[in-house]
């Protein structure tokens, strides 16, 4: 069983902080992988894909990704309270589906 | 912008109901999954599908089946539904780019059995 692995949380960090959330996975011949934010009672909203190792930026987000090691990671930077949510990791597999960690939840106190 | 609806945000059914949840995509998508999500349990796969009348298990299809008479529409059913599917079900559909396995998600059905 191909799995993805989250801290569950909650993560708590001040406001104006960098959040670093992390995210584990066991299939090594994984390519693809994703950072979903989910607010609660609401659905999955992609952020982020990253499929190269190194580091990829989009405004406050930074997606890491190490091959080796088989981690990925999202930093948020300058946390506002509106990045409270739960961040779904999610792994891409050979037969082109996705295998989602539990989630870790964020709260960013003003 | 990708658009996927739900047919219903909420919903109450009784044990024993037939339970038809649907999803309908506008971009001509092929590729169409159903989820559930508990507390817990994360995302977990029940059946997908890659184009009209093809239908594949995922991870926990007991309890339901699907149809995808067209393209746009994907639907789950509950042919007797059972206090233990209680739960958010979400639909996805996949862009498939020309490097990307994206999964975009609807908005979800919240449903409880009684």
């Known amino acids: 069983q191909k799995e993805v692995e989250q801290n569950s949380g909650p993560l708590s960090v001040p406001e104006g902080a960098i959040a670093s959330l992390n995210c584990t996975y066991s299939?090594?011949?994984?390519?693809?992988f994703f950072w979903y934010r989910q607010y609660s009672g609401k659905s999955p909203e992609l952020i982020m894909f990253i499929y190269s190792n190194g580091d990829k930026e989009d405004g406050r987000f930074t997606a890491q990704l190490n091959k080796a090691s088989q981690y990925v990671s999202l930093l948020i930077r300058d946390s506002q309270p509106s990045d409270s949510a739960t961040y779904l990791c999610a792994v891409g597999r050979e037969d082109n589906m996705l295998t989602f960690g539990g989630g870790t939840r964020l709260m960013v106190k003003p | 912008d990708v658009k996927v609806t739900q047919s219903s945000r909420y919903l109450v059914k009784r044990t024993g109901e037939k339970v038809f949840l649907e999803c309908v995509q506008d971009m001509d998508h092929e590729n169409m999954f159903w989820y559930r999500q508990d507390p817990g349990l994360g995302l977990r796969l029940i059946y997908f599908s890659y184009d009209v009348k093809m239908k594949e298990k995922g991870d926990i299809p007991e309890g339901y089946s699907v149809s995808r008479e067209k393209k746009e529409r994907f639907s789950l059913i509950l042919e007797s539904a059972s206090t233990n599917q209680t739960s958010m079900y979400l639909c996805?559909?996949?862009?498939?780019?020309?490097?990307?396995?994206?999964?975009?998600f609807g908005p979800g059905t919240r449903l409880t059995v009684l």
């Open positions: 299939d090594r011949g994984s390519q693809s």
């Open positions: 996805a559909i996949q862009f498939s780019g020309t490097s990307t396995d994206t999964q975009y």
